[in-house]
């Protein structure tokens, strides 16, 4: 329970209607949610606009109203009029929750690829020092052991203060979160007060929201421009940035707090060298400020070692030892679906991976060459009424790096899958004949053909859906799970 006037202490105020003390026992942004005593927050979706639910609130019992714009309101119940609701939400609701950032270590991770995998080393580490850790993400989110399920990459701003409270109140002392681009555009994150930002890295991708990649790195470094927006705790804020990245410079010039770069091939703080790549793990030395160190992580790729590089950046600016990194991270044996590997006993690798993105699939299918001994051969479509501009490029790298390409659908929503797969077969023409690839817009029969043609020392990788246990077609929600089919697909066919 907590004053109106208290609750808006700290919002962008146009006009203020009726009293403002009034007592609130909690908020909501969706009217259906909305509880007698309730404070109502107006917020424009992408589907829907809240300020159309005012009556609906008030019927189930809205002791108050905050708009972006004048609404009608009963005589007696207080209108809030702020300039910006999702900031004002986000506001009110750390207010509402106590401010409970302020109680934890928070780690939010940022970039296009990578995030997933980072988190998780992160929490590895902060486990193995002997913390109760809270994990944020894509894939789901913990509280201790105790997992719970996602809605968003980065939850709504009032949803995100409740479960950080969750968190507080489970005696969680450390937390780690995937913080996307559209969460900080959209505010989701106002209000939490980070202690590290980690920048793995950016390439295209959102587009269809952002506009261009000059908005989505402005988005990003937002999350370092933060970092002294608070000053609830006394801990020193870290941007650890991958210095690699050709936008390394732009967010380094964006942090406000102390910087660790960590990286390959540039000056930095956090450096590998002697980096050996195999079908399943990758071994290599680290030298830190803390000390050097070797790593031999159970995760393939180029891109695992960037992400094991910017946990040790992370664990070393919170001062844990370099042996409790060393062993948190050699002790992951694998993220779902991030180059997990289905296996029956064939004699040819099966790899699904969440790369969604042209970066991405670059990546995972380089990281494939370095161990296959025959064909790599990939199976990916496209998400529909997302970002159309990526959808050549992608096809023109899977034609380029693969030896065969199957085109398919992946989560089509309501645009055609045929028009879709079209698109990507732009790219793929640049490269290839119908010779070095096919289109099958089933994913269940793509993933079957690909295993019926897959023969000893190939490789196919499935990407674009990773961990997703579903594929949305129109408005429907269907099972579907990348993993699951190619098990069945291999018991069927080998």
Request: overall charge negative; aromatic content about 6%; proline content about 3%.
């Amino acid at each position: 329970m907590i004053n109106l006037r208290e609750l808006i202490r700290d919002l962008d105020i146009v006009e203020t209607r009726g009293t403002l003390d009034t007592v609130l026992a909690g908020l909501s942004y969706d009217s259906r949610k909305v509880a007698p005593g309730y404070g109502f927050v107006c917020v424009e979706g992408f589907k829907t606009d809240g300020h159309r639910y005012v009556q609906s609130a008030l019927e189930q019992g809205a002791a108050a109203v905050v708009a972006q714009r004048p609404v009608e309101v009963p005589e007696g119940v207080p209108l809030v009029i702020v300039r910006d609701t999702r900031k004002g939400l986000a506001l009110m609701s750390a207010a509402m929750t106590g401010y409970p950032s302020r109680k934890l270590t928070m780690v939010g991770v940022t970039g296009t690829n990578g995030k997933t995998t980072t988190t998780y080393l992160i929490e590895r580490i902060f486990g193995e020092e002997g913390y109760k850790v809270g994990l944020i993400g894509t894939i789901m989110n913990k509280i201790g052991e105790k997992a719970l399920p996602v809605t968003n990459t980065t939850p709504e701003s009032l949803d995100l203060q409740v479960l950080l409270k969750e968190m507080v109140d489970s005696g969680v002392t450390h937390a780690v979160m995937e913080v996307s681009s559209h969460a900080l555009d959209l505010n989701r994150t106002e209000a939490v007060e980070f202690d590290n930002a980690v920048f793995t890295n950016i390439t295209q991708d959102h587009l269809d929201f952002h506009g261009n990649m000059e908005n989505y790195l402005e988005a990003k470094k937002k999350l370092f421009a933060g970092l002294d927006r608070y000053v609830g705790k006394s801990l020193p804020k870290y941007g650890i940035i991958n210095s690699d990245d050709p936008s390394a410079r732009s967010i380094i010039e964006a942090t406000k707090g102390r910087v660790l770069t960590y990286g390959v091939k540039n000056d930095c703080d956090v450096k590998a060298y002697n980096i050996s790549l195999r079908s399943d793990r990758a071994a290599f030395d680290v030298i830190t400020p803390k000390g050097d160190l070797y790593l031999e992580i159970h995760l393939p790729g180029m891109f695992n070692v960037y992400n094991s590089l910017a946990a040790v950046a992370v664990g070393i600016s919170r001062d844990i030892g370099l042996d409790s990194v060393k062993k948190a991270l050699e002790s992951v044996k694998g993220v779902p679906g991030r180059m997990e590997k289905v296996s029956e006993g064939q004699d040819f690798t099966v790899l699904v991976d969440y790369a969604h993105t042209p970066d991405g699939l670059e990546n995972i299918i380089r990281a494939a060459r370095e161990f296959a001994r025959g064909r790599v051969i990939t199976v990916f479509g496209c998400g529909g009424d997302r970002d159309r501009s990526k959808r050549p490029i992608m096809g023109e790298i899977s034609a380029r790096l693969s030896d065969y390409s199957v085109l398919t659908s992946d989560n089509p929503r309501t645009e055609d899958p045929l028009f879709i797969i079209s698109q990507i077969e732009e790219g793929v023409r640049k490269v290839v004949d119908r010779s070095g690839y096919s289109v099958i817009p089933d994913r269940r029969e793509a993933i079957a053909t690909a295993v019926q043609m897959a023969e000893a020392g190939d490789v196919i990788l499935i990407a674009g859906k990773g961990h997703e246990t579903y594929q949305i077609i129109n408005d429907r929600v269907n099972h579907f799970d990348d993993r699951e089919v190619a098990r069945e697909m291999l018991q069927k066919y080998r």
